[in-house]
């Protein structure tokens, strides 16, 4: 199992990211995927997750309204939208299958 996360990096308050997974080595069309954050000093987080047909998506409450996850069965890829990004958003963001954790990729809100 492979999960590899891209599309971090430092954004301005009120402005947008869009995180990608790219998994392999298990039949991902079939999985439940999550996407988690830990800021530092900070126990890791559950932020959103998705069902294998896209049809049920879960959200931490300090993030609905803002970000939205999605995903392509076809690339094998987990998105995550973020949208008016907040300070508070700062941290490493994870993709998560089961009991496999991607390497992380940093997010940083900040003016």
């Known amino acids: 199992v492979q999960l590899v996360e891209s599309g971090g990096g430092l954004v301005q308050p009120g402005g947008s990211l869009r995180l990608s997974c790219a998994a392999s080595?298990?039949?991902?069309?079939?999985?439940?995927m999550r996407w988690y954050r830990q800021a530092p000093g900070k126990e890791r987080e559950l932020v959103a997750g998705i069902g294998s047909a896209g049809d049920i998506t879960t959200y931490a409450d300090s993030v609905k309204g803002r970000f939205t996850i999605s995903r392509d069965n076809a690339k094998n890829t987990v998105y995550l939208q973020m949208n008016s990004l907040k300070p508070e958003d700062t941290a490493v963001y994870y993709c998560r299958y089961s009991d496999y954790w991607g390497q992380g990729t940093q997010v940083t809100v900040s003016s």
């Open positions: 080595g298990f039949t991902f069309s079939r999985s439940f």
